[in-house]
């Protein structure tokens, strides 16, 4: 079974509204984080927002909220007023358990393009 | 803001040589990584590395890869004798605290490598 699946291979959204990227994950560790990367056409991997398992609140950060939903496993992306420049493809992630080093395990990413 | 730095930015090498790729992590960080993502494909471990031996590695890392720091601030990946597979943009990363379950990766620019 996947650990990290992203449903949306591509999503389209108008400049200034808001969008939702969904992402759902499997583990059965207890102790764990949800990560969302963005990653623009210049390829280089920028973190947006972190959700740990044990936050009882959503994260925020500027326009990116998460919508954590922990027994329906998922942590999906919103992205409020949408701008041209948050064209790109986004990764969620996960990390699991409390060990040292623990890597990220990463979906297959959806690509949004803005319009105007 | 101090960052994950990774040289160089694109290695074109023929199959079966050596190449190294080299980065650069946050002075204060105590936990690296290399993750590799094949064009138009999903970011995927490769290793992760702490107090000077690997922690962790995936399937793809065998042993024609090898990982080292051979100072107080590089780290660097080398594949002994590159395959056509190999062509990937390989990511860097560190991560600083003790907990790294809540704690972010800071993610290089990357290495665009290209085997030919």
């Known amino acids: 079974a996947q650990k990290i699946t992203q449903t949306q291979p591509g999503m389209f959204v108008q400049e200034k509204e808001a969008v939702t990227l969904d992402c759902t994950y499997d583990?059965?560790?207890?102790?764990?984080?949800l990560f969302w990367y963005k990653q623009p056409s210049s390829g280089e991997m920028i973190f947006l927002i972190y959700?740990?398992?044990?936050?009882?609140q959503n994260a925020t950060e500027g326009r990116y909220s998460l919508n954590f939903q922990k027994a329906r496993k998922s942590a999906n992306l919103v992205i409020s007023a949408s701008q041209l420049g948050d064209s790109a493809m986004y990764f969620c992630?996960?990390?699991?358990?409390?060990?040292?080093?623990?890597?990220?395990?990463f979906g297959t990413g959806t690509r949004l393009q803005v319009t105007l | 803001e101090p960052e994950v730095t990774q040289t160089p930015s694109h290695q074109v090498t023929q199959m079966g040589q050596e190449v190294i790729l080299r980065c650069v992590p946050i002075?204060?960080?105590?936990?690296f990584y290399w993750y590799r993502q094949i064009l138009g494909q999903k970011v995927e471990f490769l290793v992760s590395?702490?107090?000077?031996?690997?922690?962790?590695k995936s399937e793809i890392f065998d042993d024609q890869f090898s990982v080292e720091r051979p100072d107080g601030s590089n780290f660097t990946l080398k594949i002994r004798s590159t395959k056509l597979e190999d062509s990937a943009m390989y990511f860097c990363?560190?991560?600083?605290?003790?907990?790294?379950?809540?704690?972010?990766?800071?993610f290089g620019p990357g290495t665009r490598l290209t085997v030919l």
């Open positions: 002075s204060n960080h105590l936990y």
């Open positions: 583990t059965s560790d207890p102790s764990y984080g």
């Open positions: 959700q740990g398992s044990y936050d009882q």
């Open positions: 992630a996960m990390r699991e358990g409390s060990g040292t080093a623990s890597k990220l395990t």
């Open positions: 990363a560190s991560s600083e605290l003790e907990s790294p379950v809540t704690n972010e990766q800071f």
């Open positions: 590395f702490y107090n000077n031996e690997i922690s962790e």
